[in-house]
């Protein structure tokens, strides 16, 4: 069985390591998989370049040219939008080229435009790491919900007129898309449901398989030994936070994390608890109060991250919206309970009060009582702890997970 992934980068962001654990999963069962990326970074013979030597020199600028619609939108959010115009650059060979399965990831910033997906000759496997698949453009959509009907008004553009680009994003998809040899797949139960309710792929068979993690790589690490290697405290309650533009991303929720640990300054001393940010420098962030910051930049090698879950009491996930973000199963693995509002994917890797806290959505005292209640008591954080590795030893490993694959690899070639 040979299967073709695609995917705008091998290694950067969470859909990209979601790819490629995914791939190392398969080609450890002996499954001929392989690896077409935009932008390569890492070095090794599963990995590829999509286009013509000619166009390489391109590469690095074909995210901008593709924005280039959505700069015109002056009063547009921070959130990303990608309208996926840019002419075709993936070679024609692999469009045309009959493997047993074509598997897409996240395959936006100018790397495969909405017209090329109709293309591919062999049958597609998608897996859906926001919700760009059924949207006009956004990756997450802000709870407006238009992808159940047409978008236009784009709220993530900040676009009052009702044919916006959001609008002829939505109608291309619709165009290219009616008949595609798809099947869908969604990490998370959260995902999966809002694609069934799109007017894009809603009449596709959707799945739902979740991402899987190296359980060997990610595990427990002796607290005490994680925090001398890192620099950290020994006798406090360490409080970790971290994700790719950490701060600068308001899907992130940094706000309403430094909200929380506002309102639990006010019950406790700022002496009791510390706070690690990762995947930001942090210079230029004030907030958090008068609690003690350890900010660690980004962090790209995995045993220092391991490390850094392990030094951890509790990882904090304030994500407005979010599908199954590595970083809380990255931290369950290495027995660290996490608190999270209840939205999105975050129900399918914790069980409320068993190996963390799901907070009311969007409330900061919550997020806040959730943060303390399991602090407050070492023996349930010691079972919270148990109960977290335990979730994803069952759940989410990897090879677990590439069965999962290989099964559905093999139902759509029968």
């Known amino acids: 069985m040979r299967i073709s992934f695609f995917s705008t980068f091998d290694n950067v962001g969470g859909a990209a390591i979601a790819a490629t654990r995914l791939l190392d999963g398969l080609r450890g069962k002996n499954i001929d998989a392989h690896m077409y990326a935009q932008r390569i970074k890492t070095n ?39 309208p996926a115009w840019l002419p075709l650059g993936v070679r024609r060979d692999l469009i045309e080229k ?11 910033f100018g790397f495969i435009n909405i017209k090329t997906i109709s293309m591919f000759k062999s049958p597609i496997v998608w897996t859906m790491h926001d919700m760009w698949p059924f ?3 956004c990756h997450y959509d802000s709870e407006c919900g238009r992808y159940k009907s047409h978008c236009g008004r784009c709220p993530v553009l900040g676009s009052k007129d009702e044919h916006d680009l959001s609008y002829r994003t939505f109608l291309r998809k619709k165009k290219f898309w009616r008949n595609l040899n798809i099947t869908l797949v969604s990490p998370s139960r959260w995902l999966a449901e809002c694609a069934e309710n799109s007017t ?29 290697h890192l620099g950290l405290p020994l006798n406090k309650k360490l409080v970790l936070f971290g994700a790719l533009a950490a ?50 930049g980004k962090i790209e090698d995995e045993e220092k991250l391991v490390l850094l879950y392990s030094a951890a009491d509790v990882f904090v ?17 290495c027995g660290t309970p996490c608190v999270a509002f209840d939205i999105g994917g975050m129900p399918d890797m914790i069980e409320h009060k068993k190996n ?52 559905l690899y093999s139902d759509i070639v029968s």
């Open 317 to 333: 996930a304030p994500s407005l919206q979010d599908n199954l973000p590595n970083t809380v199963m990255e931290a369950l693995a």
């Open 200 to 228: 894009i792929l809603g009449r596709y068979r959707t799945e739902i398989i979740p991402n899987g993690i190296n359980t060997e790589k990610y595990r427990p690490i002796e607290k005490g030994y994680a925090r001398k």
């Open 44 to 82: 090794g013979p599963t990995l590829a370049s999509p286009f013509p030597v000619f166009d390489n020199r391109l590469l690095i600028i074909r995210k901008y040219l593709d924005h280039l619609p959505v700069y015109l939108y002056r009063n547009r959010g921070r959130a990303l939008v990608c």
């Open 135 to 137: 949207t006009g453009g």
């Open 247 to 296: 701060t600068s991303d308001p899907r992130k929720g940094f706000n309403l994390l430094d909200s929380a640990i506002k309102k639990i300054e006010q019950n406790n001393s700022p002496d009791q608890a510390e706070i690690i940010i990762y995947g930001t420098e942090g210079e230029n962030i004030r907030a958090l109060g008068n609690v003690k910051r350890h900010y660690l």
């Open 98 to 108: 009959k493997d047993h399965i074509v598997h897409l990831h996240w395959v936006t």
């Open 356 to 407: 963390g806290y799901l907070a009311k959505p969007y409330s900061y005292e919550d997020l806040a009582n959730g943060i303390k209640w399991v602090l407050s008591d070492s023996e349930r954080l010691s079972r919270l702890s148990d109960s977290a590795r335990e979730k994803i030893l069952r759940c989410f490993e990897i090879n677990a997970i590439a069965d999962k694959y290989i099964e």
